[in-house]
């Protein structure tokens, strides 16, 4: 019989999960390296263009898609810190187990669905205070 780590986690399930994120961390990663490298090669390029508005739109495309990739890999990193500390697929915000569901469809999720529901509706409910207050 398989050893539960987190309630109704087996060790293989977490080893699968271990792999899973080790794995996308590693497709990011390339990602960002093969995207720096594209580019320094369009930066190249685009100079001898006078188009700077298209280069500009361009840059501001490139670093949005890079910094959601470099979240990302914040998250699976922390995911595997958790998977190391015994303490993955705990809701850190209620400290209850997350659905192997999520985690499934999510690896890297750190809060159960009615948290992470709860988290939205907040972030939201600022966001909305912050816009009429301008």
């Not at 508005?53 to 470099?70: C, P």
């Not at 999510?106 to 939205?120: H, M, N, S, T, V």
Request: charged share 35%.
């Amino acid at each position: 019989m398989a050893h539960t780590i987190i309630e109704g986690l087996t060790k293989a399930q977490l080893e699968q999960f271990r792999e899973t994120l080790t794995a996308k961390a590693a497709e990011i990663r390339e990602n960002l390296m093969t995207a720096k490298a594209g580019q320094a090669l369009k930066g190249e390029r685009m100079a001898d263009v006078d188009d700077l508005a298209v280069q500009s739109h361009e840059e501001w495309i490139f670093l949005n898609r890079n910094n959601i990739d470099v979240m990302l890999l914040r998250e699976i990193n922390e995911a595997l810190s958790r998977i190391e500390e015994g303490s993955y697929g705990e809701c850190l915000e209620c400290s209850e187990p997350i659905s192997q569901k999520r985690l499934a469809a999510i690896p890297w999720a750190k809060f159960c669905i009615g948290c992470q529901e709860e988290i939205a509706a907040r972030e939201e409910e600022e966001r909305q205070k912050a816009e009429r207050r301008r």
